[in-house]
């Protein structure tokens, strides 16, 4: 792929997705029953009929969703730098005004504003890059789309592909300015002949729209993880990893496993030091609110990563550092590595590192460190850094080490 129409990307790090539509009214839930899935499948773990569940769009009015207060805050509070909504999830609503089918936000609901316009010009005003999820194989309400789990023999796949899909994402790509990426998803079934149609449509319209690793049979711009999982070491290929704060996508109210603002920090940090973006999921509710918990998690790590900003976004894969130190991960740029402290200690030691330094400092402030550059009884190369006294209960911060060499220097463990 062409260095400059990833470039973005490859900088941006930290995204945020948003699963919304009309599952978010189910919430987990359809008639006293609970999912113990993925609350955006409930149609089909639950085997709605497609009449049944096509009545939620008469209930669907989110009347505290306010894309601008929303844009605003996903971008300065919480850092990320793109934000990715379903546009059309697997239960074929589309979130937007749709010429090609009735089943969408302004024809078939009380709401009746399009969605992606609003989010759209949010992203425009801040300065942030859009993209949008799009079921290309998958669509419950179409007869031809594909359905995880059920027989799709009789379907016509093409059909569906020609006459709902293809336009969809036309319209999508023509009436939305310039789309960062369209995040295809579970491409079951789609042949390589047609996800070349669905590439070549895209790339006439918007050749620079970067394509999901999950467009279908290997073909997209960048590699896709399965969800939530994290590569043990680093990739060198751009990559991106879909991943949710609690255990669904869609809203489901019974789900309160959120993780701890300090676990998402710390699974930030393994994703960019290995290379990744980290697409991180909130699911609004069919109001379009962000659940009070999520916010405070993502108001936290957001704290993290805006005071830490240069040791986050353009950062580069780091290489392997031979040992697990809790509560250290690292990034790096070019004669900068980035020693990220997420539990309290009164230095930093690093061990079997070859590096020279010209100066150490608190990302989040520019105050200088005394440290000193070793080497150990055994020969080991070692760095020391003085954490400040006033720091020595804290945890998440970060300390820059400068290199004279461009690239940390990790040494093997001897015997
Ligand atoms: C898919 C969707 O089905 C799901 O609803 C959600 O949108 C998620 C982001 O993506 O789910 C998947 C797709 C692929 C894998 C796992 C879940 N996978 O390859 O491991």
């Not at 359809?30 to 049944?52: C, H, L, M, Q, S």
């Not at 096509?54 to 601008?68: G, M, S, Y």
């Not at 000193?372 to 998440?396: F, Q, S, W, Y």
């Amino acid at each position: 792929m062409a260095k400059t129409r990833q470039q973005w990307f490859e900088d941006a790090k930290y995204g945020l997705f948003i699963h919304w539509g009309l599952y978010s009214i189910l919430a987990g839930e359809y008639k006293g029953r609970k999912t113990d899935r993925i609350a955006e499948w409930i149609e089909n773990d639950f085997d709605i009929p497609v009449e049944e569940y096509e009545k939620l769009a008469a209930q669907f009015n989110p009347t505290q969703f306010d894309a601008d207060v929303f844009v605003k805050r996903a971008k300065e509070q919480w850092g990320v730098k793109y934000i990715v909504l379903t546009a059309k999830h697997h239960e074929g609503f589309a979130m937007y005004d749709s010429k090609v089918s009735d089943f969408n936000v302004v024809k078939a609901t009380p709401y009746g504003k399009d969605i992606l316009k609003d989010l759209q010009l949010a992203c425009e005003k801040y300065g942030i890059r859009m993209g949008f999820y799009y079921s290309q194989s998958q669509d419950w309400d179409d007869p031809n789309g594909y359905i995880a789990h059920k027989d799709n023999s009789g379907k016509d796949f093409q059909k569906y592909l020609d006459e709902k899909c293809k336009p969809q994402v036309k319209e999508l790509l023509e009436n939305y300015g310039k789309i960062g990426l369209i995040w295809f998803d579970t491409p079951m079934g789609i042949t390589v002949a047609q996800t070349q149609e669905l590439i070549d449509l895209v790339r006439s319209i918007q050749p620079d729209c970067l394509l999901s690793g999950r467009t279908g049979n290997q073909m997209g711009d960048y590699m896709t993880t399965g969800d939530n999982f994290i590569p043990r070491l680093p990739y060198e290929d751009t990559w991106e990893i879909p991943a949710t704060v609690n255990d669904t996508w869609g809203y489901n109210k019974y789900d309160t496993n959120w993780k701890s603002a300090d676990h998402i920090i710390n699974l930030l940090l393994k994703i960019i030091s290995r290379g990744g973006n980290y697409l991180l999921n909130v699911g609004p509710t069919a109001d379009g609110v962000v659940p009070e918990k999520c916010v405070e998690i993502l108001n936290e790590v957001g704290r993290y990563v805006t005071e830490n900003s240069e040791a986050i976004y353009g950062t580069k894969t780091v290489g392997i550092y031979p040992y697990d130190i809790p509560g250290i991960e690292f990034t790096r740029r070019e004669n900068k590595l980035y020693v990220h402290v997420l539990s309290p200690r009164i230095r930093i030691e690093l061990l079997n590192i070859g590096n020279q330094l010209t100066g150490a400092y608190l990302v989040r402030n520019g105050q200088k460190l005394d440290y000193g550059v070793m080497r150990t009884c055994e020969g080991d190369g070692k760095i020391e850094v003085e954490i400040p006294e006033e720091l020595h209960n804290a945890k998440n911060y970060c300390v820059c080490l400068e290199l004279v060499e461009k690239e940390p220097i990790f040494e093997a463990i001897k015997g």
